[in-house]
């Protein structure tokens, strides 16, 4: 009674056959996805254009090895090599079913040596036993050694007219650019979770199986871009649920959350309620629900909010929630919806350093309250208009008296106090800026610089012989106006008014010339140029015989355009080498900078504060390392 028993059971089990395998599809119309290479592969069948070696890449379960029998049916149909093969031919039934001799099917995963490459190509030189073509199907070719892959170039590169190969993996950057040389390559794309429901729902239904549309996007996007796996895990949900998949046994199997709960902190973040948010995560931590996955479904939240903030119309309804969506997104502000998320991502990558899963979850939430913009604090008003808040930072503090005068022996010794002081704060020395069209008022010297005499001396024995002077502070001198500023040509100040083609000229030209936008090769021909004559708008330019070199006749028709486009009107540019007895824009350039040095080295060389450190150290000014400042 129990072999009959055990019997019966076994051929029970053996007639079901999972869903992934039933629905393997036999032709190219039964392919779901992947039209970019499907048609390659048609019109390559259809027009007799076919190549000797494919290589199939992509993620698992996308149809890699689906495609390359459906391939070895086209080609070996006893019908006649098409890209629809009859499908019902002894050929096509022993491929379909796996045992078709001249399709050698190798996992390369197993058979890695170079011992077991080579006994794979012996038989490449026979002609095939029943059908068309050989077909050698080598599925993740990437596993092959470096000497079975150079024991495959030679016959992968001229093999016999009745052999084709093909390639198929799931990693093609661990192939050798010799192999890659060699196929014609084709990259399958991950299934989207539309296209996967789709798929799932005309399958139930041909399978007679209920089902919650819900359900099948939950199954979708646990896909993860692979068909197989969203067949598979069909397969589970219908154990699951007993014969039929819905939405809670869905989210049970998987272990995703209720949407519920993201709607629940979505509200409580749209308030910035703390209390409503840790409520919520309490409710979460009852349900036993992986905190990680609560974080991941609400940036997918925030991430079709800011869709819908964007664009309305783009807002799929794939979870039955558009509504919401689209009223969050009114809810929130732009700027807050990108804040939450990116706070979001960083959250999500922190939370396995977290020392507890719910404290790192309510941490990012709390962040999100913390860091939304409040808007911009104003001070109290009293404190803007209350002269002890304000003006007692900014007054100037009253100068002691200086004593009298100090011995001798204490000169020096309060002189390398008060630079001592002075060392503490370098950055409130200021020097007056090398550019004259930006000279600004010398900045305040600290009071221990420029109040020398406030400095105590140490006690010493009196000394008949006088003091030795010093340099009167620079909080006494009297400010002058600097001769080294008005010695600069009027030229140096950069003008920014338009230019007019009835004013222009060859001052024009020098002093303005950045502003004309001339780049490249033709920027440094027209630097070297100088505006001889214009009549009307032709513009007669001399180009120096030091860079004739690098002329062409091209040069002068861009140099049209781009004059004609600054003074937005025709212009004629002619252009001829010989003596530039004008001064041209790189000859300007060059002069203003050594003006402008020439005036930084002698502000440095008269500062009262560079001649108290000469005096007192025997410093020297480095004037190789002045620069300088340009506009």
Known sequence: MLAPLLQQQTSSGMSYQVLARKWRPKIFR???????????????????????????????????????????????????????????????????????????EVDAASRTKVEDTREILENVQYAPSRGRYKVYLIDEVHMLSTHSFNALLKTLEEPPPHVKFLLATTDPQKLPATILSRCLQFNLKN??????????????GQEMVSFEEPALWLLGRAADGSMRDALSLTDQAIAFGSGKISEVDARSMLGTIDHGVVFELLDALSVLDGAALLGAVARIAEQATDFGSVLEEL???????????????AVDNSRGDRE????????????????????????????PLAPDPRGGLEMVLLRMLAFKPQGIPQPPRAALGSP??????????????????????????????????????????????????????????????????AVAPMPSAPSPVAPTPRPTPL??????????????????VIETRPIALDAF????????????????????????????????ATLHFVLSNQHASFFDPTHTQRLTDQLSRVFATTVRVE??????????PSAYRERIRAERLTHARQLLADDANIHLLRESFGAELDENSIEPVDD
């Open 30 to 104: 039964e392919m779901v996805g992947q039209e970019h290479v499907l048609r390659a592969l048609i019109n390559a069948l259809d027009h007799d254009r076919l190549h000797h070696a494919y290589l199939f890449t992509g993620t698992r379960g996308v149809g890699k090895t689906t495609i390359a029998r459906i391939l070895a049916k086209c080609l070996n149909c006893e019908v006649g090599v098409s890209s629809e093969p009859c499908g019902v031919c002894s050929a096509c039934t022993e491929i379909a079913e796996g045992r078709f001799i001249d399709l050698i």
């Open 475 to 492: 909080s006494q001198q009297t400010p002058a106006p600097t001769p080294a500023v008005t010695q600069l040509p009027a030229t140096a």
């Open 324 to 351: 919401r969506i689209v009223a969050f997104a009114a809810q929130f502000a732009a700027e807050d919806v990108q804040l939450f998320y990116q706070l979001g991502l960083n959250g999500r990558r922190d939370l």
């Open 505 to 536: 000229d060859n001052v024009l030209w020098t002093s303005r010339f950045p502003e004309f936008g001339v780049g490249g090769v033709v920027g440094t021909i027209a630097a070297h140029c100088c505006l001889m004559q214009r009549d009307g």
């Open 299 to 313: 940036l997918a939240a925030l991430h079709r909010i800011a869709i819908a903030q964007a664009v309305p119309d």
């Open 388 to 453: 002890s808040a304000a003006g007692a930072e900014i007054a100037p503090a009253k100068k002691p008296e200086a004593p009298a005068a100090a011995p001798v022996a204490a000169a020096p010794t309060a002189r390398v106090a008060a630079l001592a002081a002075a060392s503490a704060e370098p950055a409130k020395l200021a020097l007056p800026a090398a550019a004259p069209a930006r000279v600004e008022p010398p900045s305040p010297v600290p009071a221990s610089v420029t109040n020398l005499k």
């Open 191 to 204: 299934m989207t979770p539309e296209r996967i429901v789709q798929h799932l729902a005309f399958v139930l």
């Open 575 to 584: 252009i001829t080498v010989g003596e530039t007895t004008a001064e041209t």
